[in-house]
């Protein structure tokens, strides 16, 4: 099984450091746009690109191997003739970005995940059974073959024990959480019922990477990697020319360097899973210490941790994590691997064994965490809206405050509507916790009567919408995340939403923005600041005693890392079309659209002036497309492509 590619960050190297010597923190040309330019211009365009037959990666790289950065294409056939005959789109000699023209260079390259079986060999010290179990030998779920147990981490929310590798190696398209995981591999020694290691716990395969979690179970461990004999305790923000080194399953130690990043490569996994985009970085043989075969990979690797290294020698930087290599005959060794810091977003693990109490030890107090929404929470201010007159009137007070507050939201209350004006909250996303939901209930220091409560809800197609997304607030310490997800489901952080609007595998975007600026934009320390409310009009229907809402709008604010500036883009969700009978509805389409500040505080009456100034829709590279379009401060989403952030 495998071998890998990039994505974002948390548990990062301290800056001083995660940069070392010989690194350029510029990769792109003086008078070129910036790498973070670069960079946004792949994740935004990246999979656009990958839907040509032809092409099997995009990425940033060097023109010709050595010439000034460039954006670098492989493709599966050179030559007019393959033009033609697959269908494919000629690649431009050059692309602008951000407005500056950059070259392409385009290679042959084809690439395959490094799960296919390997041929049987004498088994050495990595494909036997071990206890403990450690970083560098083989393991698999009971449905594959065999690949690399890549590291030993910890699960952010409960503490316990993890084996990280790939998606492939730990689930692949027969496996389910929950399923059995064995080392070795099947493929290594077919004796699953006696070699179980743990259980598969959560997974991802997709642009962040091709990664997987198991829980240790039935063997003792350590974190120590095999025959490198360190223990990753820090991440990279992996840079062209970082010097690598992995321990894998079938080659064992290899060295190499970082020679394209920011990729986006197109897999095969066959089915279900089909053809995917997985992000990451390139690898190539490091002439200094080139494998002994001339192999710096080979299936049966997939999930091995490729760490910084320094004069030859493995550091305690865990770099990535590998899941693919060339495939067919090439002098072109090369490998991909996903960056560590998606992997760690996605599957939501620690390098270093979080504070967890012991059993039987007496609790203290509980801290009290419900401080409400922080308008600092950025390091700039981004207030939370401001109320007419009329508007201060009917929100409910809770002590001083015309706001609700809970752990880490704050909440406005109608007292006519008996419902959220808006929601205010912030979300930590190097800090997040995956918990189970609740169930829902009145929050027991607000007085009933302004709540809007399970009535509503008993035998229809209303939902029960989150205003402030459970996910987004469960973060910070375990007891505190926890206080955060049972917050989230008191009632008055909830709305009435048809279930084809609230549920996002009817295909809507609503409930996928925040991923969306996580995922397409540098987002400065993986923090953003987010508010949403209903639109309340009086052609909304009365049912059951209360006006159900047929419009949503959300506020996203954030700190690009590339100049530290705040952005703010507003959104707005229209259910205008779904309401015409709750009882008996069949589902019609719903729309999105971004629009202006200006626009929404017509909309919600709702003040947003001071954030104004920061509208994504204001900022030079999108003003002339956006009245190119005649769109003014509206603009209809029909794919994530069309969002300007």
């Known amino acids: 099984m495998a071998t890998g590619p990039k994505s974002p960050t948390p548990e990062v190297e301290p800056k001083g450091k995660a940069r070392r010597k010989g690194r350029n923190k510029e990769a792109a040309p003086n008078d070129g746009p910036s790498e973070a330019a670069l960079r946004s211009f792949i994740r935004a365009k990246g999979a656009e690109y990958l839907k040509d037959p032809n092409i099997t990666s995009i990425g940033i790289g060097l023109k010709n191997g050595n010439g000034p950065v460039c954006i670098q294409f492989t493709v599966g056939e050179k030559g007019e003739s393959a033009i033609e005959a697959l269908g494919s789109e000629r690649i431009p000699e050059s692309i602008e970005v951000d407005g500056h023209a950059v070259l392409t260079d385009v290679i042959a390259r084809r690439y395959r995940p490094s799960y296919e079986l390997v041929a049987p060999e004498q088994l050495d010290a990595r494909r036997q059974r071990r206890d403990p179990i450690q970083p560098g030998i083989s393991v698999a779920i009971t449905t ?80 120590e990697v095999f025959e490198l004999d360190v223990v990753p305790s820090k991440m990279a923000n992996v840079a062209l020319g970082d010097r690598v080194i992995k321990s894998g399953r079938t080659t064992g130690l290899t060295h190499g360097i970082v020679r394209r990043v920011d990729v986006m490569a197109k897999l095969d996994y066959d089915l279900p899973a089909g053809k995917v985009a997985i992000g990451g970085f390139e690898i190539g043989v490091d002439p200094k210490n080139p494998p002994v075969d001339g192999e710096v990979s080979k299936g049966g690797d997939s999930g091995s941790a490729w760490l910084i290294s320094k004069a030859g020698k493995p550091t305690d930087i865990f770099a990535g994590l590998h899941f693919a290599g060339e495939s067919g005959s090439t002098d072109d060794e090369h490998a991909l691997a996903c960056y560590a810091l998606s992997v760690q977003k996605k599957l939501d693990f620690v390098l270093e064994s979080p504070a967890v109490q012991a059993p039987g030890v007496a609790k203290s107090e509980p801290a009290d965490f419900r401080s409400g929404y922080d308008p600092e929470f950025l390091g700039l201010p981004v207030p939370e809206p401001e109320l007419s007159t009329s508007l201060k009137r009917d929100a409910l007070n809770f002590g001083r405050r015309q706001t609700i507050p809970y752990a880490h939201f704050s909440v406005c209350l109608s007292q006519e509507k008996k419902m959220a004006r808006y929601v205010s909250w912030n979300v930590d996303g190097a800090r997040m916790v995956k918990l189970p939901r609740r169930g829902f209930a009145l929050d027991p220091r607000i007085d009933a009567k302004y709540q809007t409560g399970e009535s509503l809800y008993w035998d229809n197609k209303l939902d029960r919408g989150h205003l402030a997304r459970r996910a987004d607030l469960c973060w910070g310490t375990l007891e505190e995340a926890q206080v955060a997800n049972k917050d989230s489901f008191y009632f008055p952080n909830i709305v009435p939403q048809h279930q084809g609007f609230n549920q996002s595998k009817q295909g809507g975007l609503w409930g996928k923005l925040e991923d969306l600026v996580f995922n397409q934009t540098d987002v400065l320390k993986i923090r953003i600041s987010v508010m949403a409310g209903p639109i309340f009009s009086d052609e909304d229907m009365s049912y059951r005693g209360v006006k159900v809402p047929q419009s949503f709008w959300k506020l996203i604010a954030y700190r690009a890392a590339a100049d530290e500036e705040l952005r703010c883009a507003a959104f707005l969700l229209s259910q205008s079309n779904l ?67």
């Open 144 to 223: 594959e073959t065999a690949g690399t147990l890549g590291l030993v981490v910890f699960d952010r929310a409960t503490g316990l024990p993890c084996i990280l590798s790939n998606w492939h190696v730990l689930h692949g398209n027969r496996g389910t959480i929950g399923d059995q995981i064995v080392q070795p591999g099947p493929f290594d020694d077919n004796n699953t019922s006696g070699n179980r290691a743990g259980s598969l716990l959560r997974s991802h395969l997709g642009a962040a990477g091709d990664c997987a979690l198991a829980k240790i179970e039935l063997r003792d461990w350590k974190r």
């Open 579 to 645: 309401m015409h009978d709750i009882e008996r509805l069949e589902l019609d389409p719903f729309r999105l659209y971004q629009v202006g500040l200006a626009t929404l505080t017509q909309l919600s009456g709702l003040g947003f002036e001071k954030l104004t100034t920061f509208d994504t829709l204001l900022r030079p590279e999108h003003v002339g497309r956006v009245m190119a379009e005649g769109a003014g401060e509206i603009i209809e989403i029909l794919a994530q492509r069309d969002i300007r952030l």
